[in-house]
């Protein structure tokens, strides 16, 4: 009989520690303010333009240019973000000649191509782009704010 209290005991013990582990696992409630904010869809969703960099044509020597023209390029990624069009961005592995990657607040390949341009990795040729319309989490929108909460420097 004992047994059996304390297995039953253990039964219920288990059950309610499933059952409060349950409930603070719950998502958070849904947050219609950040969700108008961020551009959301009912999805949680938003369009972006997803930019590819490659390796370009005029691979630019290693000295003071190149020094400037990736200094130029940290720039400018650094301005397009603090205005809110770049979402993200970030370099690759190489593989295949993909160098990095933007992610714009957009979803007109065009305005994305000027914004693009801007940088001088494209100028000079050392990458070239390729566009494709992405669709993702609008929450991708709040990267930057919370990157320069954890970043100890900056580029």
């Known amino acids: 009989m004992r047994v059996v209290f304390l297995m039953t ?13 349950s409930k603070s696992d ?18 949680g969703m938003r369009s972006y333009v997803l930019v590819i960099l490659k390796t370009g044509p005029k691979k630019v020597p290693v000295g003071k240019e190149r ?8 720039a400018n990624m650094k301005r ?19 160098r990095g990657l933007f992610l714009f607040l957009s979803d007109d390949i065009e305005e994305a191509k000027k914004l693009t341009e801007t940088d ?3 100028i000079k040729g050392e990458m070239v782009a390729e566009y494709h319309k992405y669709y993702g989490s609008a929450a991708l929108l ?9 970043a100890k420097k900056s580029f």
């Open 142 to 150: 709040m990267v930057n704010e919370m990157h320069l909460r954890i």
């Open 26 to 43: 719950a998502p958070p409630k849904y947050d219609s303010n950040l969700a108008e904010k961020l551009g959301a869809d009912e999805m």
């Open 67 to 74: 020094d400037e023209m990736f200094a130029g390029h940290f």
């Open 120 to 122: 001088p990795v494209i």
């Open 80 to 98: 397009l973000a603090a205005e809110g069009k770049l979402v993200l961005a970030g370099p690759l592995d190489g593989v295949n000649g993909w």
């Open 9 to 21: 005991f253990a039964i219920l013990l288990l059950s309610f520690s499933a059952y409060a582990q």
